[in-house]
Every structure is written in C-alpha cells, then in structure tokens.
C-alpha cells in the first residue's frame, strides 16, 4: 500500500514536472524589441542586428529579438518613454540624450574633451566610464553598454564654414542636450532641439541653416544632399548608450539574463570595430557624391573652434562633477 501511494506520488510528480517541461518547451518567447533612429548600415544599426543574431542563437526558442531601425516604432523624443513604460524593451540613445536622467553623462558633449574615438574608447572602458552605465538605477534606467559612432563634424548651407565667426547668426539643428544648445550659443549662433526623423526637412526648407553629425549619420540620411559645406571639425563625438528597462531586466530568468549579457558584450565588439570603417567609408561617399563640400581645417581653424567653444565646459563642470570630467581628460593619455 505505501509502496502504491510513493508510485502515486511519483507519478503524479513525474507528470507534473513533464507538463512543466512541456509548457516552457511551448512557452512563446521573449519578445525584445530594440528601437532605434538611424539606418541599418550606420555602426548602431549594425550592433542593434548583431545582438539579434547572437541573442536568437544563444536562446534558440527563448527570445525573438525585433530590430526596428530609423525611427519606425519611437522617434528619440519618444523611445525613452517608451521604454520606462515597457513598450519597448532596449534603446540606444545617443548620450547627448540623457540630460533629463542624469547630468553626470553631460560630460561625452563637452566639445573637443577627447583627442580622438581612442581616448572616448578608454574612457568608457575606465570605471568612471563604467560606473556612468548605473547611474540611472533610481530613475528605472539600466546602461548595458556603450557603442560608438564617431567624432561631429559641422555643417552648413553656406560656401564658407572654416572659422567659427563663420556660424554667426546662424539657426542649427541639436540633440535635445543642453550642452550643445550652450555650445552653439556660445558660437552666436541659435540652436533649435529637434528629433533626428525631423532633421533632413528641417535642412531642406531651411528652417535650420546647419546640423552637427558623424559621418555616417549625414550619408545615410542624406543631409549632404541638402547642405554646402561640411567642415572636418572633430569637434566631440557623437556615442550612444545601449539602455534597458532596469525592471524588466531583472525581472528575466538568470539563464536568459546572463546569455543576453554575452550578446550584448559580442554585438558591441562588432558595432565597435565596425565604427571607424563606417565613417571613414560614408565620408567617402559623401566626397564621391560632390553634392557638399568637405572643407578640411588646419590646425589653426581647429584650434580657433576649440578656443571659441571652451567656456562651455565651466557652465556644466559643477552638475558633472570636476572629478569625472578629469579622467576623461586622463583618457586622452594611452596608458
Ligand atoms: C541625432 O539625433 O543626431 C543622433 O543622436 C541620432 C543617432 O542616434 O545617431
């Protein structure tokens, strides 16, 4: 009788546990949409398709990842929302666009702070760097990782664009960053916060005169089409924040957690080495294209824009911190 009832129970046990196992076998996966503005050929539409190939293969079944490229689901005034309201799953922001969230991360618009990609690149590797990805913790946000684009270069509807007294009086298209609208000010000229899908018209009926992107963001966008010059100015850099809703995140069984982490970490290593090639390729194919001129600078011009554009850095030093903005500017040494 008791050796029944144990069969029972083992029975029942067992069936239970294969019904379990059923249902997670026929469970519907994960759905993880990623939601960006840019083209699918830029160096974040490559890393965004990236970790939908590497995240499928490691969760066969388990999660479906949907890309969805060039504003399509949210534009950058919407997507952060967004996600904070679980309507989508990840978001790489450029960091131009967290002013609202923290102000440590002001620090990547701080014009001409890095020497080159190579110096952001430490700097986001360092443990200030790091430490940026949780400071948004209390505010529902986690950072997953950052991903490059490239340095900024201006542009205009002018022939001449080499000086910065060559920007006066005139209306330039930014990121929602109060950095950059300081930037400009300080320049003389006026800044107008417009969402990335907006710029291309705003260039084109001239509601702006000029734009500040990476290479790569112009050619695919075509903002070449629509401008004169485009000075090689390098004058800060254009990176982005790959973000997640931190509840949702932690809310995901450990074993699926720990296998997107590894995505994550191999669609970076892609998008990363992918970046400097992308850039360099686009702004080759906008010199092809001849519609706008590349107005290359000597070291003088440079060095007149940056003098033009430094006291920007003492009106955000207090809200960034002076600490972190001096390992950043310690980054610029290859240890
Ligand atoms: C912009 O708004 O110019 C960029 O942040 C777009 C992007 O995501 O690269």
Redesign the pocket.
């Known amino acids: 009788m008791k050796f029944t009832t144990t069969r029972l129970a083992t029975a029942i046990g067992l069936s239970l546990t294969l019904g379990l196992v059923s249902v997670t076998a026929n469970a519907a996966p994960i759905v993880i949409k990623f939601s960006?503005?840019?083209a699918d050929s830029t160096p974040?539409g490559q890393g965004a398709l990236k970790f939908k190939e590497l995240a499928e293969a490691a969760l066969p079944g388990e999660v479906e990842v949907q890309v969805f490229p060039n504003s399509q689901l949210f534009g950058?005034g919407k997507e952060m929302e967004a996600l904070l309201l679980g309507d989508v799953q990840i978001i790489a922001p450029?960091l131009?666009?967290f002013d609202r969230y923290t102000k440590k991360i002001q620090i990547f618009d701080l014009p001409f702070l890095f020497d080159d990609m190579a110096a952001l690149d430490r700097f986001q590797a360092s443990p200030a760097g790091q430490s940026l990805l949780d400071s948004m913790q209390s505010k529902g946000i986690q950072g997953l990782a950052y991903w490059h684009?490239g340095l900024k270069q201006m542009s205009t509807n002018k022939d001449k664009l080499t000086r910065p007294e060559d920007v006066k009086g005139l209306k330039f298209r930014i990121?929602a960053s109060d950095v950059l609208e300081a930037q400009f000010r300080q320049l003389d000229a006026n800044p107008q916060k417009l969402a990335?899908a907006e710029v291309y018209q705003a260039l084109q009926t001239g509601v702006v005169d000029g734009a500040e992107?990476p290479w790569s963001?112009i050619y695919s966008q075509k903002f070449h089409e629509v401008q004169k010059t485009i000075a090689n100015t390098n004058h800060g850099a254009?990176d982005y924040m790959v973000i997640t809703n931190a509840g949702w995140w932690d809310g995901l069984p450990e074993n699926v957690r720990a296998a997107l982490k590894t995505a994550m970490a191999g669609a970076t290593e892609h998008a990363n080495k992918l970046a400097n090639e992308i850039n360099e390729r686009d702004k080759k194919l906008i010199a092809d294209a001849g519609k706008a001129k590349i107005q290359p600078l000597s070291k003088e011009d440079v060095a007149a824009w940056r003098t033009a554009m430094q006291p920007v850095w003492e009106k955000f030093q207090d809200g960034i911190g002076v600490d972190l903005i001096e390992a950043a500017k310690a980054s610029n040494q290859p240890s």
Do not use: G, I, R, T
């Open positions: 960006h503005v840019v974040k950058d450029s131009a666009k684009n990121q990335f992107n963001n254009l």
